[in-house]
């Protein structure tokens, strides 16, 4: 009996005080409900980005067939790789790629809360005007007043003509930058609406 096999096996001493094998019977439910999972793990692989897919360092066959999936529609092809990717999983250790995604996952979700922090800010510039820009000074107090209140005056303008939102989108940059997301821009919205979708947009292409 090598001993790379021996954990998937049970033994028993004989009469004689001989060591006696005999494989370990799956447990069916387990195995489905672990299967089911790195069913799941594919699919989640299969929608992040070729440059993401790469983070991960997969093995060659399994990247191969994620980035296959990717591209695949919604039928039983797409599911029957998506269940070979589960098999292949199945045989390696998956947490090193499952703490990466876990990171990748992390990472998207905080710059989509970053987006939208800013995003509320230059509305609330553009719609309330002065009552906005002095509360963003009193949080802010390094931000630059005359520069502001130009790109608001002028991104309001755009908006007026039906031009399209060049200066809105420097607008944005600018809030951005100036947040730098160090925890405080939390605070100055006074708490997120949580009624505000986490939509998957383009920060600097929203207008």
Do not use: C
Request: hydrophobic share 30%; no cysteine; glycine share 4%.
């Amino acid at each position: 009996m090598n001993e790379e096999n021996e954990d998937d096996y049970e033994y028993e001493y004989d009469e004689n005080g001989e060591i006696v094998y005999y494989a370990i019977r799956p447990n069916k439910t387990q195995l489905k409900k672990e299967i089911s999972a790195l069913f799941e793990l594919g699919e989640k692989m299969s929608a992040l980005s070729p440059a993401q897919l790469a983070s991960l360092e997969l093995p060659d066959n399994i990247h191969k067939s994620i980035a296959q999936v990717s591209g695949m529609p919604l039928k039983g092809a797409r599911k029957r790789l998506l269940k070979y990717i589960a098999g292949q999983f199945y045989k390696i250790d998956v947490q090193e790629f499952t703490d990466k995604l876990a990171r990748l996952e992390n990472k998207s979700a905080h710059a989509t809360r970053e987006h939208h922090i800013v995003e509320r800010w230059r509305e609330r510039l553009l719609t309330e005007g002065n009552e906005a820009l002095s509360e963003l000074l009193d949080d802010y107090p390094h931000a630059d007043r005359q520069q502001v209140r130009q790109l608001i005056r002028n991104a309001q303008k755009e908006t007026e003509l039906g031009k399209p939102p060049k200066t809105s989108r420097l607008l944005y940059r600018y809030l951005k930058s100036l947040f730098a997301f160090d925890g405080d821009a939390d605070d100055a919205l006074d708490r997120p609406d949580p009624s505000y979708e986490e939509d998957d947009v383009d920060e600097e292409e929203d207008g």
